[in-house]
Each structure stands twice: as structure tokens, then as C-alpha cells.
DNA sequence: TGTACATCAGTGAACGCGCGTTCACTGATGTAC
DNA sequence: TGTACATCAGTGAACGCGCGTTCACTGATGTAC
């Protein structure tokens, strides 16, 4: 079988459909959420009937794993982006600009944010697919702790052996102490995005950038 | 209109058939989620008539709040009593406690952390009344950060004049800076919780118990 | 280049399901005199 | 204490809705010779 232009226009518009079909669907994630995203309603804004969206995704679970992968590929994006463009060698400035980017996006997409940082959607069993899509932030954040932990290692509490085993086995080449270290900085980074953005900080917190930005500094201050 | 034995023993019926709806609520949810928690599915493992359920609330809405309230509840409840079980000096070993104890029910009652802590439910507005409950577990930690904060305030990071303002209006009677870093130890609580809760540990962490002990001592650190 | 056949996208009807909520009703429980 | 009336809990049928998925089909596009 030959890869002739005209087997690849067939293929061409399906890849185009398949692009509307998600756009579409990212769409109405984003305006009612996960739980309430609908294969029919989806087909009936692209004017398909909604048995043909199974030419392009076998279920609905296929179409919202499609999703998170978009979602968490987007987020990752944007990280890595905001990292770019600060002083690779500067830890602090690294993380407070990815801090920053991914708070941003997740303000900009709740729902995706919720999608993949939230509590899991009902019924759904996300595949090895999301696996990896799902490490692109983390690598930054590792980036950002391998490009200078020097001085921060020594200062910082030890782990107990069954968890410094664990991180060792996950992230080689950092002291195990720094990992949890970092670690401790992402749950606090995410912590914060999802307090905020789930309503926790309402009646508390009004200039949320600002309150969002010192707890990036109380971050950095962990790393000496 | 004289309170008399004869009206209690229809209202103690109606608390009764009430607190039941609750319980059987609280297991569905547990069970298969908030946005998959249904009346008729109650009122059916109840033995009612769907329609029932109406006498005792007025919307699917109403009974979700209810729950929520419950949940806001328990957690509090349990933080309290795991506070009440240290010695109330130390202010390290109060939030070790506190924070084992907020997981712990976390990972028994995932669905109902979720309710509270994880994303919001679609089309779900929370009213008012969750206001005050919601508070319950915050005020034992705000507890815990008064109790001792003579020597850690000075080596914390000062916030910004519009972030202490907010702070100080919201918590009086405690430097800003520190209840700033109380807002970052939470949010590294919760933080930690969720991503372990909801699935970003799995493939990286595997003593969870060991693991969460240590950021706990993480947080703990930054007391000072 | 032309033709016979195979592949594929999209249609439209249907299946079977469960949901929240309303409403007129029956019969039991409670209240006022 | 007894009776007439009011309140309330629970029933059962119905409304109107949207969902995921299957299936036999038509007609267009692509392929092999």
C-alpha cells in the first residue's frame, strides 16, 4: 500500500474533523465542565449527526482522555514557555515565572484545570495514555531544582529511608532530600491554585495575584 | 400553638426519616460520587416513592448541601479531636496530628474530600449556608499557628501592604507574614493530599503514609 | 485512462436508560373547641 | 372525652428531557488491475 496525495487527503480531512471534533468538545468543557460534556451535544454543534462522532472516537471516555492529554500538552506548554524565558541559571526567578504561568493558565481553564488537577470525573478511568502528558510540568519543576541545588541540599530535613528510596527511584540524580523538598513545593503550588480557583480563599483573599505571588516567595525561601 | 408530646412524635418521625435520607445519601456518594448522586436512586434504596423525597427537600440541590455540610462537619470534627490528643504547646506535633488526621479521612471518605476540597460540582452553587462549616478545620490551624508564633514571625518573608491588609482584616491578632505562611503550610496540606488523592503520587511514590509524614516535618520546619 | 470493487464518512431511526420535578390524590396524625 | 377540621407524609402517574451506543443504509472517495 502506497502513501499516494489522495490517500492523504481522505486522511487530511478526517485529521481536520478530528481537530474540529476536539476543539468542539474542549469548548463545552470549558463552558459546562466534564461531567456534563455529552457526545450528542458536541455532534449537534458541528452539524453531524451524533452516531457519526464514532467514526472519529470509539466513546465518550476516548474523546475526554483526548481532552486531558490536550489539556495537560497545554499546560506543559505554557510552563515550559514562562521557564524559557527568565535566566536559566536564576532557580527562584525559574520558579516564580512557571508559578505564575501555570496559575494563569489554570484562571484561564478552569474546567481543564479541574480536569486534570481535580478530583477525578465519575465513571471515568483515565489510560496509560495520560501518562506521560501528564509529567511535562513536573519535568520543568525538576529542571528547575536540578539547575542549582548546591547550597539548598544540606540545609534541608532528611526523608525516612522507605521514601528516599522511592524518590530516588523516580528522579536519579538529586539527593533525595531535595526531591521531597521540591515536592513539598509543588503540592504547595498546586494547593494554592486549587484553593483559590475552587473558592476556598472567597471571603478571605481579594488581591489573589499578589497573595499568589508571596506564597511563591515563601517557596523560593526554602531553596537557601 | 403548645409544643406537646403528640407534635414531637410526628417532627421526631420526620428528624428521623431525615437523618435516614442523609445516611443513604452519604453512601451513595460515597460510593459513585456527587455528580452521579441521584434522588430517585435514594428514595428507591429507601424504599420511598421518588417524589417523597420532596417532603423533606426541596431540590437534589438541598440535599447536596446538606452533605456538604455533613462533610465540612466530619473533617472538622476530626481534626479537632486529633488536635485535643496533643500536648497544646507544641505546636509541631499539633499540626503533624491535625494533618495525619485530615488524610487519614481523606483516603476513608474520598469522595466526600473531593465535594469539599476537589473541584467544584457542575452546575452545582454552593449557598451560604456552607460557610460556616467550611471553617471548622482552618480555625483549628489558626489555632495552632497562635499558639506559638513568638519565634518564627521574625524570619518569615513580609507580604505586600494589599496582601497584609487582606490578611490581618480576615485574621486579626496575628502578624500577617505568618499567617501568610500558615495559608502556605495549608495549602501544602491540602496540596498533598489532593495530588495523592487524586492519582499524580502513583507511579512515583509508593510509601504514601512515610511520605506524607515527611512533608508534614516539611512544613513543620518552617515554624522554626 | 477506465472500470470493478473495497473502503470509509455520514445518515437517521431506534433501543433502553435514568433523571428532576410537578401534581392531584389518599389516609394517617395532630389540633381546637 | 369526642368530634370537625387542618396539617402533613407518602403514592403513583406523568411530563419532558438528554444521554451513549448500535445498526442497516447510502453515496462518495480511493485502489487494483
Known amino acids: 500500500m502506497v502513501e499516494s496525495v489522495s490517500e492523504t487527503a481522505r486522511a487530511r480531512a478526517r485529521a481536520e474533523i478530528t481537530r474540529e471534533i476536539k476543539t468542539t468538545a474542549r469548548r463545552h468543557l ?4 466534564a461531567a456534563a460534556l455529552s457526545l450528542r451535544a458536541v455532534a449537534r ?11 472519529y472516537f470509539p466513546s465518550r471516555d476516548a474523546l475526554l482522555t483526548a481532552l486531558i492529554v490536550e ?23 525559574r520558579w516564580r515565572a512557571v508559578g505564575h504561568a501555570v496559575r494563569r493558565w489554570a484562571l484561564d481553564h478552569p474546567h481543564e484545570y479541574a480536569l486534570v488537577y481535580g478530583s477525578p470525573v465519575p465513571g471515568y478511568v483515565a489510560p496509560t495514555d495520560t501518562v506521560v502528558p501528564a509529567t511535562r510540568v513536573t519535568a520543568v519543576l525538576i529542571d528547575i531544582m536540578r539547575s542549582g541545588f548546591g547550597e539548598t541540599a544540606s540545609a534541608v ?30 503540592a504547595q503550588l498546586f494547593g494554592a491554585i486549587s484553593l483559590e480557583l475552587f473558592g476556598h480563599l472567597e471571603t478571605v483573599v481579594f488581591d489573589r495575584e499578589a497573595f499568589f505571588d508571596h506564597q511563591l516567595t515563601l517557596m523560593i525561601d526554602r531553596l537557601g
Open 30 to 33: 470549558a463552558e459546562h465542565g
Open 45 to 55: 454543534d458541528l452539524g453531524m449527526v451524533s452516531s457519526a462522532l464514532y467514526r
Open 71 to 93: 489539556a495537560f500538552d497545554a499546560v506543559g506548554e505554557v510552563a515550559e514557555q514562562a521557564d524559557r524565558a527568565v535566566d536559566g541559571n536564576d532557580m527562584g526567578a
Open 157 to 186: 530535613a532528611l526523608p525516612p529511608p522507605s521514601v528516599a528510596e522511592d524518590l530516588s527511584r523516580a528522579i536519579s540524580g538529586l539527593p533525595p532530600a531535595l526531591v521531597a523538598l521540591g515536592m513539598g513545593m509543588w
